[in-house]
Structure formats: structure tokens, C-alpha cells
């Protein structure tokens, strides 16, 4: 299902709320339309440039973000909506040498909707900041150890961030996730579930935790973004109340 379209306040705060939640070092803001993240992680949203309207931006937004990126020694990518408002920009990317990878899902829905997803199900544990009973799920075995590291450096250094987990009958955290509350957004990253425990409800238990932090907090409006291929997510998401607002490639060379 579709969600109806953003307006550019909202499209704005979304994506200054992503990357809140994954915390670049730096992020460059001056240029119109943009936010450039820099960082050498292997997290996409924390390593592209990405458009903070869906429409009218300058002609020469490719070249100048290029340059920003080898200034700092980085490569680099873009994060751009599949809309009609961004067809020059995607036609300015491929004649600079990049390709459209990784199709990816915005889906937003209430914070409503997302705890009342597992009705009668005991929440997991929250804590306002990183500890090993929630790191150590992203990484474990059956998980990308340098990709987990990442993850785990990036979201636990964001001040906006709460930090959910599930614990298995041996005391061992067999599920994870976190959300981080910035912009008005409730925004959700970060969902491990190890590979022996999938199919349980674990995963609706975090998310259920945590919309609890974010009703405690008055937060109304929550975000999240999924690559297309994971039917699994989007199956539990739409099940959460989330639709999408849009789809995104990364534009790499």
C-alpha cells in the first residue's frame, strides 16, 4: 500500500532524522536540497548524499557533491527517491557514471498502530544507552562481523537513540533493534533477530518496546526503510501499520 505523499517539511525532517539515528561525523548542510554525510562505514544512509526535497534541485548537485566527497578521500554515493521530481537527477548521475543498486523502502506509520502489533505479549528490554545484552545480538554468528561492528559504533554514539533487546530462556539476547526520536520522528533501525530464533514474534516485540519509548515520549509519527527483496520485514511492517511513502536506489559508481 501506498502512503500519500510527503511535503517537503516532512520529506526534510525524515531524512535529517535518518541521519540523526546513524550519526555520520560530519554532515555538510549548506548546499540547497542536500545533506552530504561523510563517514567510512559500511552503512549506506551514513555514506550518501541524499535530497531533502523531491524536486527543483541544482543542475550542478553531482558534480559539486562529487568534489566534497574527494576532498575528505571518500567515493561516496546518493540516496535518490524513485519520483518523477527527481528524473534530471537521475539522468545527471548516469552520465557522471552511476548506477542505480539496492532498491529500498520508505515506510511510515503511527506509533499507535506499531504497539499494538503483539497484544498480550510480555515487551522486551529497553535501555537509554549501548549495553552488551543489546550489541551482542549484532554480533553474533550468522551476521556480517564488520557490518555489525559498524552498526553498533554508529547507533551507539547518536544521542537520539534507545536501545531495545529480547532475551532467550538461557539469559542469551536473541533479538534487537532501536529507534531514535529527533525531528519529530520516531525512527526504527537496526532489527536482528539471530537466524535460530526467526519466525517466534521476536521482532514484533522490539518494535512494540519500542513504540512504548516513543508514546512515553509523545511522539506520534514513526519511519522506518527496508530493502525491497526483504519479504519477511515487510510482511511484519505491514502487519505494524507502516505504507510507503517512497522507494530510493544508491546511486554508486
Known amino acids: 500500500m501506498q502512503h500519500p505523499p510527503l511535503d ?3 520529506i526534510a525532517s525524515l531524512e535529517r532524522a535518518t541521519l540523526d539515528a546513524v550519526a555520520p561525523p560530519a554532515v555538510h548542510d549548506a548546499l540547497d536540497g542536500w545533506l552530504v554525510p ?5 552503512i549506506g544512509r551514513a555514506t550518501s548524499a541524499v535530497p531533502t526535497r523531491h524536486h527543483d534541485l541544482p543542475d550542478d548537485s553531482v558534480g559539486t557533491i562529487a568534489a566534497l566527497f574527494t576532498a575528505r578521500g571518500l ?3 546518493y540516496r535518490v527517491a524513485d519520483v518523477a521530481g527527481l528524473a534530471p537527477l537521475q539522468e545527471a ?3 557522471h557514471g552511476y548506477a542505480p543498486k539496492q532498491p529500498t523502502l520508505v515506510q511510515v506509520g503511527t506509533v499507535a498502530a506499531m504497539g499494538a502489533l503483539c ?3 510480555p515487551l522486551g528490554q529497553l535501555s537509554l544507552q549501548p549495553v ?3 550489541s551482542s545480538v549484532y ?3 550468522g551476521f556480517d562481523p564488520v557490518d555489525g561492528a559498524h552498526r553498533v559504533q554508529a547507533l551507539s554514539r547518536s544521542p537520539h537513540v534507545v536501545y531495545a533487546w ?3 530462556e538461557e539469559g542469551q539476547s536473541i533479538a534487537a533493534g532501536t529507534a531514535a526520536f529527533s525531528q519529530g520522528w520516531a525512527s526504527i533501525h537496526g532489527m536482528r533477530t539471530l537466524p535460530a530464533h526467526r519466525g517466534k514474534g521476536l521482532a514484533g516485540r522490539i518494535l512494540a518496546t519500542l513504540a512504548d519509548a516513543a508514546r512515553a515520549r509523545g511522539l506520534e509519527r514513526v519511519f522506518l526503510q527496508v530493502e525491497e527483496g526483504n519479504t519477511a520485514a515487510l510482511a511484519l511492517y505491514r502487519r505494524a501499520g507502516f505504507t510507503t511513502a517512497w522507494r530510493y536506489h544508491y546511486w554508486r559508481k
Open 8 to 10: 517537503d517539511g516532512a
Open 38 to 42: 561523510f563517514d567510512t562505514s559500511t
Open 75 to 77: 567515493h561516496g554515493a
Open 93 to 95: 548521475l548516469r552520465r
Open 119 to 121: 497484544p498480550g505479549m
Open 132 to 134: 552488551p545484552a543489546w
Open 139 to 141: 554480533l553474533a554468528e
Open 166 to 168: 529480547v532475551a532467550g
